[in-house]
Nanobody, 112 residues
């Protein structure tokens, strides 16, 4: 499985970004898909996940601001990020929980 993440960039505090992660492979629809992030000097942390049944979970720090979704026809998982804060600045990675495959990461920078 190969994952290609995109959509990162530079945005002002309060702004929005949508990350995308396109997956190859034929088992996407049954995989739990996750978004992680890693800020400089910090450990990688789980931001959001979505199961094959579309159950979602979020880190407390992003609840109410971020939304994870998936399109099983396009084999793509999304992370809609609203009301961004400077502390959301990090490299964001997608992960296929079924195969433990990781995307290459996309940089999100939020300026104050």
């Amino acid at each position: 499985v190969q994952l290609q993440a995109s959509g990162g960039g530079l945005v002002q505090a309060g702004g929005s970004l949508r990350l995308s992660c396109a997956a190859s492979g034929s088992f996407f629809s049954i995989a739990i898909m996750e978004w992680y992030r890693q800020a400089p000097g910090k450990q990688r942390e789980l931001v959001a996940s979505i199961s094959r049944y579309y159950d979602t979970k979020y880190a407390d720090s992003v609840k109410g601001r971020f939304t994870i979704s998936r399109d099983n026809v396009k084999n793509t998982v999304y992370l809609q990020m609203n009301s961004l804060k400077p502390e959301d600045t990090a490299v964001y990675y997608c992960r296929d929980g079924l195969t433990d495959s990781w995307g290459q990461g996309t940089q999100v920078t939020v300026s104050s």
